[in-house]
């Protein structure tokens, strides 16, 4: 599409620099070895490949939760949100799951979405860690909003997290947010965060390689529980 730049200048909200996320490789409960490292802009296209089957899937909230990353994927890709990034697991270049979030403030994280592809490893709970790390640990913030769209993600983060409740209006829809302070994190990090660095070159060009998206069937599949690990 034409792009008058003129008037993008006004329409694509200011962005504050962000640091890089690390890449790091974790070793999942079967044995295999995700890569987990930070995408960019132009991977968006393959990103919603993986997103798109998601959107039709009335199980577990993967609907809900797939339509709005859907969106918001989109909006980063034509700038038209403020300080997002995204974070993918990849095993053997394929896309496993992807998380993405927002600067709100310099010290405010906005936890936007989390969505395990292959299920029962808790790939989604790894990356869903480091996105946390991501907010606190190099982007330097003091705390995370987070809000819950499905049962599962409860018990993964206020749960597993001892969140705490605030009555802020979270960004998806206006639910009170919980927040992952600096000292939760820190406090949850020897338990919840894992993962080597650096990833070793080898493993690291085969995921930078290509980010390999499955099949819309092999994807209704995992998710529908059918195919196993
Ligand atoms: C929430 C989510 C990211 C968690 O991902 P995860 O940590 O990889 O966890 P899974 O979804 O694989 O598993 C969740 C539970 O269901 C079980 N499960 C579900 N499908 C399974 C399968 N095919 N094989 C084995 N176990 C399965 C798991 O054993 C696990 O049980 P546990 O909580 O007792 O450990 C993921 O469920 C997801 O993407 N859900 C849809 C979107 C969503 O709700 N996002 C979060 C919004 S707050």
Redesign the pocket.
């Known amino acids: 599409m034409a792009i008058d730049m003129e008037l993008e200048a006004v329409l694509r909200p200011p962005e504050a620099p962000q640091a890089p996320y690390p890449a790091k490789v974790i070793t999942l409960a079967n044995g295999k070895r995700m890569v987990v490292r930070e995408v960019t802009r132009a991977d968006v296209p393959k990103l919603l490949r993986v997103v798109h089957p998601?959107l039709f899937i009335d199980?577990?909230?993967?609907n809900?939760?797939?339509a709005r990353?859907y969106s918001e994927l989109l909006a980063w890709q034509y700038y038209r949100v403020q300080n997002e990034f995204c974070l993918v697991g990849q095993i053997d270049g394929i896309l496993v799951?992807m998380?993405n979030s927002r600067m709100y403030t310099a010290e405010t994280g906005m936890s936007l979405?989390?969505?395990?592809?292959?299920?029962?490893?808790?790939?989604?709970?790894?990356?869903?860690a480091a996105k946390m790390e991501h907010h606190i640990e190099f982007l330097g913030q003091k705390e995370v909003l987070?809000?819950?769209?499905?049962?599962?993600?409860?018990?993964?983060?206020m749960t597993e997290y001892g969140l705490e409740p605030t009555t802020i209006p979270h960004e998806l829809g206006g639910a009170p947010a919980y927040r992952l302070t600096r000292q939760l994190y820190f406090d949850s990090k020897p338990r919840l965060v894992v993962g080597d660095r650096p990833v070793p070159d080898e493993l690291l060009a085969v995921a930078e390689q290509e980010l390999i998206a499955a099949d819309e069937s092999m994807i209704r599949e995992?998710?529908?529980?059918?195919?196993?690990?």
Do not use: M
């Open positions: 998601t199980k577990d909230y993967y809900v939760v797939g990353l799951g998380v979405h989390t969505l395990a592809i292959d299920r029962g490893l808790r790939i989604g709970a790894h990356l869903f987070i809000v819950a769209e499905s049962p599962i993600g409860f018990r993964r983060w995992k998710i529908a529980g059918l195919k196993g690990r």
